[in-house]
């Protein structure tokens, strides 16, 4: 350590010094440098309005699209039909008691269900190949 290096012994360059004229007019122009940044507002969901009490339109239209639909959640149903939850929740309890709709799983307050296997949907589109024949009648062609 006895050596000294260069870029220790090294001196900074003075300050220059500001007149009383310079630090005033930096002080009014800092106040315009320094604002704070204003925050974006989120993007808030509307809120929409549901229905709390079945009527004989929504009752009608419950049993239209719901036992068409794959899956049947509490979620889906208050979305599709815009009730609230606890309705929802009745309406599949009603579609099951009266067998239009099964269960699939049940976790607590998860319940998912879906159609049932014979609905009009399945049998309409039965399974084929590309070709459109199915293999009985690709054997049957030689």
């Not at 320094?34 to 004989?56: C, D, I, L, P, R």
């Not at 309705?87 to 269900?113: D, F, P």
Request: with cysteine; glycine share 6%; net charge positive.
């Amino acid at each position: 350590w006895g050596q000294t290096c260069d870029r220790f012994t090294e001196k900074m360059a003075p300050k220059e010094k500001k007149t009383k004229e310079q630090i005033a007019k930096a002080a009014m122009a800092g106040g315009q440098k320094g604002k704070k940044k204003k925050w974006s507002k989120a993007k808030s969901k509307e809120k929409q309005s549901t229905e709390v009490m079945m009527n004989t339109d929504l009752y009608k239209r419950v049993l239209a699209e719901i036992p068409k639909q794959r899956v049947i959640t509490i979620a889906n149903v208050s979305e599709k039909l815009r009730v609230n939850g606890a309705l929802a929740k009745q309406v599949i309890r009603h579609l099951h008691s009266k067998g239009l709709i099964r269960q699939v799983a049940k976790h607590n307050t998860n319940l998912i269900y879906t159609r049932l296997a014979g609905t009009k949907d399945e049998e309409e589109a039965p399974q084929t190949k590309k070709g459109g024949q199915s293999k009985k009648e690709e054997v049957n062609d030689d």
